[in-house]
């Protein structure tokens, strides 16, 4: 089973830029799928990354496309979401969350919300 924890997030300005971090632990981090999605008051649940286990294949919405960048540090068991010009629509309560999809999808990246694991969330204000 794996435990995510993530931080990060705060209040800023319109075009502002946040990094969100997410630790793990349990489970083997590198067999996971890592994803971000976000959780606006009134609004379905929104998958903004996902990160694959081989070879760093990546997914955004065309939301966040071009703003948003995920990467992974498999060797701390920490991946990342940097988010750049910030817009009020991006305010949310952001979770990252993890799947196995299996070595032969180990390729593949999958949009969240329907993953395995998640975290706590960390809440993420823009102002305008």
């Known amino acids: 089973q794996v435990h995510l924890v993530e931080s990060g997030g705060g209040l800023v300005q319109a075009g502002g830029s946040l990094r969100l971090s997410c630790a793990a632990s349990?489970?083997?981090?590198?067999?996971?799928?890592i994803g971000w999605y976000r959780r606006a008051p009134g609004k379905e649940r929104e998958g903004v990354s996902c990160i694959s286990t081989r070879d760093d294949v990546t997914k955004y919405p065309d939301s966040v496309k071009g703003r948003f960048t995920i990467f992974r540090d498999n060797a701390n068991h920490t991946v990342y979401l940097q988010m750049n010009n910030l817009a009020p629509e991006d305010t949310a309560i952001y979770y990252c969350?993890?799947?196995?999809?299996?070595?032969?999808?180990?390729?593949?990246?999958?949009?969240?919300?329907?993953?395995?694991?998640w975290g706590q969330g960390t809440q993420v204000t823009v102002s305008s």
């Open positions: 349990g489970g083997s981090f590198d067999s996971y799928n």
């Open positions: 969350a993890a799947k196995n999809f299996g070595p032969l999808l180990s390729k593949v990246c999958v949009l969240p919300p329907y993953y395995d694991y």
